[in-house]
T-cell receptor, first 116, second 116 residues
């Protein structure tokens, strides 16, 4: 049962344009969402996160939007740079009331290619 | 401040052998999570440990897999009698404490296990 889904395996954008990566989830009890970036042969690196009580969080070129009614979140990168080319994972955390111990549930990842 | 360290980075084992993967969390971090990434998939939670305690092992296969985080030394993920299906990248992540404001987990570079 895939609770966190990234339906686009890949995305290609031109340098300087906006990159929009999407993520859908099924569990309405998730209370925290995170985006990680991963280069080949390296571990995931934390990018940005958002609590379920908010609908937007911004950090420099990265903005995450959360639409709870649609169970959808997206990561916007503006402007995109060639160094942003990597695999992006969204992840979700359940509430402690569910007995969640902080483990993260990851999507399958989207490979972003930013062309110079 | 050194990041999460994992060793070995690459491990080749024949079917039936034991694999032992080590993880040293970031300085000051007492919580360790292990995740596995199969080819073309996202990361899947395996186990969550604090010093000398297994807190959540709901993602661990029931047989052949075990984990520990002793009072002194790194966390160890042990796979006995490995099979080809165990070939994957194994990532360790650490966090300073569970009730952290942003719930970020910091990942190591991973151990790539190949079973021949």
């Amino acid at each position: 049962d895939q609770q966190v889904k990234q339906n686009s395996p890949s995305l290609s954008v031109q340098e300087g344009r906006i990159s929009i990566l999407n993520c859908d989830y099924t569990n309405s009890m998730f209370d925290y969402f995170l985006w990680y970036k991963k280069y080949p042969a390296e571990g995931p690196t934390f990018l940005i996160s958002i609590s379920s009580i908010k609908d937007k969080n911004e950090d420099g070129r990265f903005t995450v939007f959360l639409n709870k009614s649609a169970k959808h979140l997206s990561l916007h990168i503006v402007p995109s740079q060639p160094g942003d080319s990597a695999v992006y994972f969204c992840a979700a955390k359940g509430t402690s009331r569910q007995g969640n111990t902080g483990k993260l549930i990851f999507g399958q990842g989207t490979t972003l290619q930013v062309k110079p | 401040n050194a990041g999460v360290m994992q060793n070995p980075r690459h491990l080749v084992r024949r079917r039936g052998q034991e694999a032992r993967l080590r993880c040293s969390p970031m300085k000051g971090h007492s919580h360790v999570y292990w995740y596995r990434q199969l080819p073309e998939e996202g990361l899947k939670f395996m186990v969550y440990l604090q010093k000398e305690n297994i807190i959540d092992e709901s993602g661990m296969p029931k047989e052949r897999f075990s984990a520990e985080f002793p009072k002194e030394g790194p966390s160890i993920l042990r796979i006995q009698q490995v099979v080809r299906g165990d070939s994957a990248a194994y990532f360790c992540a650490s966090s300073p404490r569970y009730l952290r404001l942003s719930y970020e987990q910091y990942f190591g570079p991973g151990t790539r296990l190949t079973v021949t």
